[in-house]
């Protein structure tokens, strides 16, 4: 009995994280409140001057490395600021409530992605894809 109650309690804890909340990505660690995270990707398009149906998948949009992306809250502070990888994406954690994505112009591109007007929940993960125009047509 006491082996079943023992076997109970360690599978409650570990359940439960120690006390955490059950997310085992968060044992141990201290998350700061009201926060939430942006996924980002930066792609530019279009790569060829004519479209084909179906698509060739040789003309689908190209990732956009090295772009910068600037997090603004509502009153115009910057509370988060990343490049993206060669392979475009970017992973931002940014506080919660109303957020301006802004992506900076990127040398070779003839557009720049226009700024994107988030709501961010506290523990909330948001996947955006900022648009740059090649200029191709």
Known sequence: MKRLLLLVAVAALANTGCGGTGDSSTVGTTVPADTGHLELIALAGPVCPVETDPPSPDC??????????IVTDVDGSEVARGATA???????????????????AVDGLLGTAPPITVVIVNGQTLNLTLDYDTGIR
């Open 60 to 69: 689908a949009p190209r990732p956009v490395g090295d772009a910068v992306v």
């Open 86 to 104: 060669v392979d475009g994406t970017l992973s931002l954690a940014v506080p919660a409530g109303e957020l301006t994505v802004a992506a900076q």
